[in-house]
T-cell receptor, first 113, second 112 residues
Framework: DAGVIQSPRHEVTEMGQEVTLRCKPI?????LFWYRQTMMRGLELLIY????????DSGMPEDRFSAKMPNASFSTLKIQPSEPRDSAVYFC???????????FGSGTRLTVV | KQEVTQIPAALSVPEGENLVLNCSFT??????LQWFRQDPGKGLTSLLL?????REQTSGRLNASLDKSSGRSTLYIAASQPGDSATYLC???????????FGKGTKLSVIP
């Protein structure tokens, strides 16, 4: 298995632009998570899905953020409009039924200028 | 709300030394605890997963223990090597949720 795949690896965009981050979970994993990592706040859960359905989006900072999972093998995290304070590393992770640990992607480093 | 604390925030040791990293959590009602390693600019690599019913897990030179009642876990690294230099993150899964709550990590430097 290729693991959790995220794209792009790096994204630099101007303030106000729309940004879309992509994730392909491990086949067979039915939970998918989006995390954000910053120096100040560490790793924070933004949203997670179970069987493609959003379960908890309480970590999504504001309405500018949205996430979708149209099928079991693909998820997106969209920021519109982007702001400099959104600059962070965004990680996607997936897991099978609880107890087997979580696998993280390599992350997308987002810089909003 | 679950809170995870890792002490120390940074640690520097000479090569060959044995070391212990500490993790504490405020809510003992956890399902499991996982230790990760993160290299600079990279993603998270899972090292060890301990179920709440277990007391420890071992993988090579790594040994992780769990004392759920006291809300503590330790990661023991034997005979440290420069290649062990990285940030080590502890994370717990709550018994009533599916999300991982992370500590802020311990940055380890092993000096040759």
């Amino acid at each position: 298995d290729a693991g959790v795949i995220q794209s792009p690896r790096h994204e630099v965009t101007e303030m106000g632009q729309e940004v879309t981050l992509r994730c392909k979970p491990i086949s067979g994993h039915d939970y998918l998570f989006w995390y954000r990592q910053t120096m100040m706040r560490g790793l924070e859960l933004l949203i997670y899905f179970n069987n493609n359905v959003p379960i908890d989006d309480s970590g999504m900072p504001e309405d500018r953020f949205s996430a979708k999972m149209p099928n079991a093998s693909f998820s997106t995290l969209k920021i519109q409009p982007s702001e400099p304070r959104d600059s962070a590393v965004y990680f996607c992770a997936s897991t099978s039924p609880r107890g087997y640990g979580y696998t993280f992607g390599s992350g997308t480093r987002l810089t909003v200028v | 709300k679950q809170e995870v604390t890792q002490i120390p925030a940074a640690l520097s040791v000479p090569e060959g030394e044995n070391l212990v990293l500490n993790c504490s959590f405020t809510d003992s009602a956890i399902y499991n605890l996982q230790w990760f390693r993160q290299d600079p600019g990279k993603g998270l690599t899972s090292l060890l997963l301990i179920q709440s019913s277990q007391r420890e897990q071992t993988s090579g030179r790594l040994n992780a223990s769990l004392d759920k009642s006291s809300g503590r876990s330790t990661l023991y690294i034997a005979a440290s090597q420069p290649g062990d230099s990285a940030t080590y993150l502890c994370a717990v899964t709550g018994a009533g949720s599916y999300q991982l709550t992370f500590g802020k990590g311990t940055k380890l430097s092993v000096i040759p």
